[in-house]
């Protein structure tokens, strides 16, 4: 059976399998399998982002006693898609315990935290108000324009969301290739487009 297009809609193992398969079979597919499979990796994607300029937390990987980051920090497993892979610890002092390696990142106190995603040519954004845990759409700044497609370009993506955090510089937390489009008024129609233009390319 042939395929016109692949598109992942699900983060996990079995999907990113399939869209490993659909590359090596040359169909089309809306983001690349060799970008996708690295934004599994927190230690690989966070490198990839600074090796780019793109502003991160201070982070390092090693064991509880190798850790020299000061608090507060967010302890999160390597590999994204393992088991209990999406949970972390927020640590607010330096007696750090946790078991194996991990990915310890500085924990930036969130002036503002946005969403910001990218759906084939289009780039809308979402901050998120603390106080009632709602999204709200409002217009994309030319500063994270520019970054989305940054960060597009050193993941081959065409569509992704960024969790980002604003207090002094703005700070790219992660980069999802599955998207919510959360809050976003018009999210519907914008995925549809993205995948019509897809095929028909």
């Not at 703005?170 to 019509?196: F, H, K, M, W």
């Amino acid at each position: 059976m042939e395929l016109d297009l692949y598109h992942m809609a699900h983060w996990h193992h079995a999907a990113i399998q399939d869209l490993k398969r659909a590359s090596q079979n040359g169909a089309a597919t809306i983001n690349s399998y060799q970008g996708v499979s690295v934004t599994t990796d927190r230690l690989a994607k966070l490198r990839r982002l600074q090796e780019a300029g793109i502003t991160v937390p201070e982070f390092q990987f090693g064991t509880d006693d190798e850790i020299t980051l000061n608090p507060p920090v967010l302890v999160k497993p390597r590999n994204e898609l393992d088991f209990h892979g999406h949970e972390f610890d927020s640590l607010f002092t330096d007696d750090y315990i946790f078991d194996g390696e991990k990915v310890v990142q500085r924990y930036i106190v969130p002036r503002q935290s946005y969403k910001v995603f990218r759906i084939g040519e289009a780039i809308r954004t979402a901050k998120h108000h603390w106080k009632d845990g709602t999204s709200l759409e409002r217009p994309t700044s030319r500063n994270f324009r520019q970054l989305t497609r940054r960060v597009a370009d050193v993941f081959d993506l065409s569509l992704f969301e960024l969790d980002i955090v604003v207090h002094k510089a703005a700070y790219v937390i992660d980069v999802n290739p599955v998207v919510s489009l959360e809050g976003i008024s018009d999210a519907v129609q914008l995925y549809e487009t993205c995948l019509r233009e897809a095929i028909s390319h």
